[in-house]
């Protein structure tokens, strides 16, 4: 119900009322959709099922009581500001008729209208809070980006009050800052406010303030900055600003005299964003700000790969280093994914219970990296495989290693995987996304790679060369441009539109994929030598934030090799697809046999997107004899190896059928090849390859006795895109008498603990003559 006014008691007053109105400008009544302006007190919730943690049916607590929006006039830019209100950096998409099913009580907003520039989603037109005329099948929801705000905790619930805080920080170099490398490791502590960026009062400053601002920063520690130079350098701006009125000093001067925004910071050191520390604030009409004292000052210490200079890295290199016994797996970008964990020599996760942005920084400043941007749960980078080491994790923050906190050890039965733990760290601003850029694409996140080269003062865009572009080299590309993961890589470009940009800058490069930057990877320099030079053969990538990931169950490979001797009539089929060793030719068919090291195989695809065939199904290849289609050339190597990496054996098999076997419990087989049927494995799925399927064998009819390396690797090259390529690798001990073959020690190339690889590559096949 509306008030009643005073305007209506008497027509005097009626009078009285409308002559104020005139006279101060308010507006006539109006039937417009009302506006409210500030969000105190409001909560803000994602809710509904099935989502994911990033998106669903939007709800908001006012006066105690939880309700929802109508989906009446809902737009994109409604949705941009809920999930800034949710704590997201931007809306992907929304959903109207209750997609996330039905909500309870009242439905605060309907006919919301906003223009986009609002800051809070009370600014925006409606018909007024709890003035709707629709029911709860017309629930309006979001989709967020996944990836929060700077100072967002990862919480599904945020509360929303208007009051100063830090949301960024950056450093300011007094001295050569034109000329001093990105990143940025000393300078002086700026904040960004509502109005802009300021410094900080350097009174009471401490060194676990610098800690924070460093980790803010994307570095893992901090180091003692030379106060006197900064001392000297003040006196001398105060003394040329006192000579020369208008010269530069005076207005450095001024400008430091004038630019205080905050001040009275104190920090215990483990808080992962300045914001959670108390914070005094400059009022506005303060007059006199830092009195007899300057700019605080902070010098950071960066990880190793974010080493400024050839001499930190040397530094850091002369330090001993032990075993890394954390790892981030998953991620999209550096510095995000999985965690994961090394105890007893195998890797496993960690569950997410109790997991807050305390551990999570701890992970990340263990890694190099600064505190953590998000501590996230539910498996947002995928699940893992195999053992959950630890859960209930405790970190005051001062740890050095996540081994170091309070934690409970699990048994499988006290978490799954669905609650694998993942971190988003801090990362140094590099600037390595400036000198790179696409063209031509129907997206941002596909098109023709041209980068910059050349000094700083004469910088010029080109593109790269085609030649030996593939899968790792678009993979740096992407990570570099902050699109993610490389689904392709395309060494051709002519259906992409290069406008008037035709010189070709960078011929040659070969990446490992772990590079940050193009620049760091191996190219012919300043000359270019490119055996195609028009600009259709030029280099182009398309880009993407999930990519899968394929993981061996190794120890199936261990459990179920055996030797079996084939007749020779039974393998016509074998030899038309030359899946057994040359000296198969040179048999007397039908007569005899070949010796078949034979072994089940399990791939599991751990990604965050379905594994597909490279090839459309309009380029798969119909194998008669087997009556299946081959989508990949070469899916799996098989090889026999000797102690120094001498192949003596090998077998490939082609991806004549990549299907779903077994899923998940919550997951939905996706792919069958019956029928010509599309082939792939989907997320939380695994194709299984029986030992007694044709080709899943290694002829090893031609190798003597002795101790050997059995090695399995998928997606040998590299023809599809994965987020990890260093697990695609296993290898097992195997020792073969002439008779019998004993495989063990059967592991994952980046699974086992360095000592035991070492002991692994010195002596293979002598820890053990039976089955482990």
């Known amino acids: 119900m509306r008030p009643v006014s005073v305007c209506q008691w008497s027509p005097l007053w009626l009078l009285l009322c409308l002559l104020c109105s005139l006279c101060l400008g308010s507006p006539a009544p109006s039937t417009a959709p009302e506006k409210?302006?500030?969000?105190?007190?409001?909560?803000?919730?994602?809710?509904?099922?099935?989502?994911?943690?990033?998106?669903?049916?939007?709800?908001?607590?006012?006066?105690?009581?939880?309700?929802?929006?109508?989906?009446?006039d809902f737009t994109m830019q409604a949705a941009h500001i809920l999930c800034r209100e949710l704590g997201f950096t931007e809306a992907t998409g929304w959903t109207h008729s209750a997609k996330y099913g039905p909500g309870t009580g009242r439905i605060w907003l309907d006919n919301l209208s906003c223009s986009g520039s609002e800051k809070s989603i009370t600014e925006c037109a409606s018909r007024g809070w709890g003035n709707s005329d629709c029911t709860h099948d017309e629930d309006a929801g979001v989709i967020c980006k996944d990836q929060r705000l700077p100072g967002f905790s990862d919480s599904n619930v945020i509360e929303v009050e208007h009051h100063l805080q830090v949301e960024e920080v950056r450093l300011r170099p007094a001295v050569g800052r034109g000329r001093r490398p990105l990143p940025v490791t000393e300078g002086l502590v700026e904040v960004r406010l509502p109005d802009g960026w300021s410094q900080v009062c350097d009174k009471g400053w401490s060194a676990h303030n610098s800690h924070v601002v460093c980790g803010m920063l994307g570095f893992p520690n901090e180091k003692r900055?030379?106060?006197?130079?900064?001392?000297?350098?003040?006196?001398?701006?105060?003394?040329?600003?006192?000579?020369?009125?208008?010269?530069?000093?005076?207005?450095?001067?001024?400008?430091?005299?004038?630019?205080?925004?905050?001040?009275g910071v104190s920090c215990m050191g483990t808080e992962a964003h300045l914001s959670l520390c108390s914070l005094e604030f400059y009022r506005a009409n303060d007059t006199t700000r830092c009195p007899g004292g300057g700019p605080a000052v902070v010098s950071c210490v960066p990880g190793p790969l974010y080493a400024a200079s050839s001499g930190q890295k040397k530094q850091q290199q002369l330090k001993p280093q032990g075993e890394a016994r954390v790892r981030l797996k998953g991620g999209a970008h550096p510095g995000e994914g999985r965690v994961e964990v090394l105890k007893a020599g195998t890797w496993g996760t960690v569950c997410d219970r109790k997991w807050d942005l305390q551990a999570a920084s701890v992970v990340c400043r263990e890694l190099g990296f600064g505190t953590a941007r998000e501590a996230l749960s539910g498996a947002r980078m995928g699940q893992g495989m195999d053992a959950i080491h630890l859960s209930e994790v405790r970190c005051s923050g001062q740890e050095l290693s996540l081994w170091k906190c309070s934690h409970k050890n699990i048994t499988a039965e006290d978490c799954s995987h669905s609650q694998d733990a993942g971190v988003r760290c801090n990362l140094p601003y590099t600037g390595v996304e400036t000198k790179i850029r696409l063209?031509?694409?129907?997206?941002?996140?596909?098109?023709?790679?041209?980068?910059?080269v050349g000094g700083p003062g004469s910088p010029r865009w080109g593109l790269i060369c085609g030649d030996d572009w593939g899968t790792l080299e678009a993979m740096v590309a992407?990570?570099?441009?902050?699109?993610?993961?490389?689904?392709?890589?395309?060494?051709?470009?002519?259906?992409?539109?290069?406008?008037?940009?035709?010189?070709?800058?960078?011929?040659?490069?070969?990446?490992?994929?772990?590079?940050?930057?193009?620049?760091?990877?191996?190219?012919?320099?300043?000359?270019?030598?490119?055996?195609?030079?028009?600009?259709?053969?030029?280099?182009?990538?398309i880009c993407s934030e999930t990519a899968s990931d394929l993981l061996l169950h190794s120890a199936l490979v261990q459990e179920t090799a055996y030797i079996e001797d084939r007749p020779l009539h039974m393998l016509y089929c074998a030899a038309?697809?030359?899946?057994?060793?040359?000296?198969?030719?040179?048999?007397?068919?039908p007569y005899g046999h070949r010796r078949l090291l034979r072994f089940s195989s399990q791939?599991?695809?751990?990604?965050?997107?379905?594994?597909?065939?490279?090839?459309?199904?309009?380029?798969?290849?119909?194998?008669?004899?087997?009556?299946?289609?081959?989508?990949?050339d070469v899916f799996t190597h098989y090889d026999i190896l000797t102690p120094n990496g001498t192949k003596v054996a090998e077998g490939h098999k082609a991806s004549f059928c990549l299907e779903d076997t077994e899923c998940q419990e919550d997951v939905s087989k996706r792919y069958e090849c019956a029928n010509f049927g599309e082939q792939g494995i989907t997320v939380g799925c695994w194709d299984l390859y029986r030992h007694d399927i044709d080709c899943q064998w290694i002829d090893i009819t031609d190798v003597k006795p002795g101790n050997y390396i059995l090695q399995v690797v998928i997606n040998p090259n590299f023809e599809v895109a994965e987020s990890d390529f260093t697990n695609n690798a296993m290898k097992c001990n195997c020792k073969y008498d002439g008779h019998r073959i004993w495989v063990h020690n059967c592991h994952i190339?980046?699974?086992?603990?360095?000592?035991?690889?070492?002991?692994?590559?010195?002596?293979?096949?002598?820890?053990?003559?039976?089955?482990?």
């Not at 105060?238 to 005299?257: D, E, T, V, Y």
């Not at 997206?443 to 041209?450: K, Q």
């Not at 490279?614 to 989508?631: D, I, L, P, Q």
Request: hydrophobic share 30%; net charge positive.
């Open 36 to 72: 409210k302006a500030g969000s105190q007190g409001l909560r803000f919730r994602l809710a509904g099922f099935p989502r994911k943690p990033y998106e669903g049916r939007v709800e908001i607590q006012r006066a105690g009581e939880w309700g929802t929006i109508c989906d009446d």
């Open 225 to 263: 900055v030379n106060t006197a130079f900064y001392r000297k350098l003040r006196k001398r701006a105060a003394k040329a600003s006192a000579r020369r009125p208008k010269s530069l000093g005076r207005l450095l001067a001024q400008r430091q005299q004038h630019s205080f925004g905050l001040h």
């Open 439 to 452: 063209s031509g694409g129907r997206s941002r996140y596909e098109g023709r790679v041209e980068v910059q």
């Open 478 to 541: 992407c990570r570099q441009l902050g699109l993610g993961y490389a689904n392709h890589g395309l060494q051709e470009t002519w259906y992409w539109d290069s406008g008037n940009l035709t010189e070709v800058v960078m011929s040659g490069v070969r990446c490992t994929g772990t590079e940050l930057s193009l620049d760091q990877c191996a190219h012919h320099g300043t000359h270019v030598a490119c055996k195609r030079t028009e600009t259709r053969f030029t280099a182009g990538v």
């Open 576 to 589: 038309e697809e030359n899946c057994l060793s040359s000296s198969a030719r040179l048999a007397n068919w």
């Open 603 to 632: 791939i599991h695809n751990l990604g965050r997107a379905d594994f597909r065939p490279k090839a459309g199904r309009h380029s798969w290849v119909w194998h008669e004899c087997h009556g299946h289609y081959h989508s990949m």
């Open 749 to 772: 190339g980046d699974a086992f603990s360095e000592e035991a690889n070492r002991k692994f590559e010195r002596y293979p096949g002598q820890t053990s003559n039976q089955i482990v």
